[in-house]
């Protein structure tokens, strides 16, 4: 079992920057990928962005250029570096974690654990 713990919500005006990080405790070592997704009123989660163990990333269209995933493996924590951020980035984000994944084959089946979800507001 792996357990995750998202931080760093909240609120921030249009245009504004947030981190969200999001630390792993228990079976690490079954970790192959990470990612982040979110969910916003009345759509379908949607991937955000997505890490391995390699250290190779994939990014939503809709964030790219904006949103940074970064990890820190002696502190078993991925970071979510948000820039530029915008109205329709508002939505609850959640942390995942799963076996290994290609950048081409990113999978929300696959990720075998969820965080508890953390809330970003953004306002104009």
């Known amino acids: 079992q792996v357990q995750l713990v998202e931080s760093g919500g909240g609120l921030v005006q249009a245009g504004g920057s947030l981190r969200l990080s999001c630390a792993a405790s228990?079976?690490?070592?079954?970790?192959?990928?990470m990612g982040w997704y979110r969910q916003a009123p009345g759509k379908k989660r949607e991937l955000v962005a997505a890490i391995s163990s390699a250290d190779s990333t994939n990014y939503a269209d809709s964030v790219k250029g904006r949103f940074t995933i970064s990890k820190d493996n002696a502190k078993n924590t991925v970071y979510l570096q948000m820039n530029s951020l915008k109205l329709e980035d508002t939505a609850i984000y959640y942390c995942a974690a799963g076996p290994l994944m290609s950048r081409l084959s990113i999978d929300e089946a696959r990720f075998g654990s969820w965080g508890q979800g953390i809330q970003v507001t953004v306002s104009s």
């Open positions: 228990g079976r690490i070592l079954s970790i192959g990928s």
